[in-house]
């Protein structure tokens, strides 16, 4: 968390959040009204802040790492546009630290060169699109960043991530897998394309997969730029 965000949370009259969030942040959560609601209520949620945001309250909705990266500022900026001009209320996006960007330090330096990021969640995505990215992602070259690796319900997608990208790419290329990024328990493992899912993978890791050109050294994972050392 950035001390922006700290402070706005802080500062705010109202919290809203999704409820495994919100438990993160309990010590900032004193003396403050608390909305939290559960997964696949996104639209409530955020439908509940714009509507305490019009009564003049400050707001503060707790998002993702970053709330522009697979977070709610979206969600919210497109329910804003739907009110009236005259009372719509002013949205503050507050800029934090990504799971990608925490991975990727936890890691070493694997982000180094261009990268795509890529969530296996089909709820709002259909799978046959989220691989074919995986496909075009694999076929340029990028390292790839995977939110949402695997749940209870989606065991196979990872597996077939792993058959995808190992058409174009070496079964040694660099895997590295964060848990729990900048948390409490974060932990760390650094395997292969071909062994990387017998590793412990659910919804709160992060998987990056390495290009043609990352490797492993001394423990640490690194993709060149193309230094000249």
């Given at each position: 968390?950035?001390?922006?965000?700290?402070?706005?949370?802080?500062?705010?009259?109202?919290?809203?959040?999704?409820?495994?969030?919100?438990?993160?942040?309990?010590?900032?959560?004193?003396?403050?009204?608390?909305?939290?609601?559960?997964?696949?209520?996104?639209?409530?949620?955020c439908q509940i802040a714009v509507d305490k945001a019009m009564t003049g309250k400050k707001v503060a909705v707790i998002s993702s790492g970053d709330p522009g990266i697979y977070g709610m500022a979206g969600l919210v900026l497109e329910l804003t546009m739907n009110c009236d001009p005259s009372n719509r209320p002013e949205v503050v996006i507050i800029p934090g630290i990504s799971a990608v960007g925490a991975s990727a330090a936890?890691?070493?330096?694997?982000?180094?060169?261009?990268?795509?990021?890529?969530?296996?969640?089909?709820?709002?995505?259909?799978?046959?699109?989220?691989?074919?990215?995986?496909?075009?992602?694999?076929?340029?070259?990028?390292?790839?960043?995977?939110?949402?690796?695997?749940?209870?319900?989606?065991?196979?997608?990872?597996?077939?991530?792993?058959?995808?990208?190992?058409?174009?790419?070496?079964?040694?290329?660099?895997?590295?897998?964060?848990?729990?990024?900048?948390?409490?328990?974060?932990?760390?493992?650094?395997?292969?394309?071909?062994?990387?899912?017998?590793?412990?993978?659910?919804?709160?890791?992060?998987?990056?997969?390495?290009?043609?050109?990352?490797?492993?050294?001394?423990?640490?994972?690194?993709?060149?730029?193309?230094?000249?050392?």
């Amino acid at each position: 968390m950035t001390p922006r965000a700290r402070e706005s949370i802080e500062n705010a009259d109202i919290i809203v959040g999704y409820n495994t969030y919100l438990e993160l942040i309990t010590e900032l959560l004193v003396d403050k009204l608390v909305i939290g609601t559960g997964m696949m209520q996104e639209i409530e949620r955020c439908q509940i802040a714009v509507d305490k945001a019009m009564t003049g309250k400050k707001v503060a909705v707790i998002s993702s790492g970053d709330p522009g990266i697979y977070g709610m500022a979206g969600l919210v900026l497109e329910l804003t546009m739907n009110c009236d001009p005259s009372n719509r209320p002013e949205v503050v996006i507050i800029p934090g630290i990504s799971a990608v960007g925490a991975s990727a330090a936890v890691l070493g330096a694997p982000l180094m060169h261009d990268f795509a990021v890529i969530s296996l969640s089909d709820l709002l995505t259909p799978w046959d699109v989220i691989l074919k990215r995986v496909e075009m992602a694999a076929i340029g070259d990028f390292v790839i960043a995977i939110y949402n690796p695997k749940s209870k319900r989606r065991t196979s997608q990872i597996r077939e991530v792993r058959e995808m990208v190992m058409k174009y790419r070496s079964a040694t290329t660099p895997v590295g897998i964060v848990h729990h990024a900048t948390r409490s328990g974060e932990d760390m493992k650094i395997s292969n394309l071909k062994e990387f899912t017998f590793e412990f993978i659910d919804m709160f890791s992060l998987v990056i997969i390495g290009n043609s050109q990352t490797y492993v050294k001394d423990g640490r994972m690194i993709t060149p730029r193309g230094y000249k050392l």
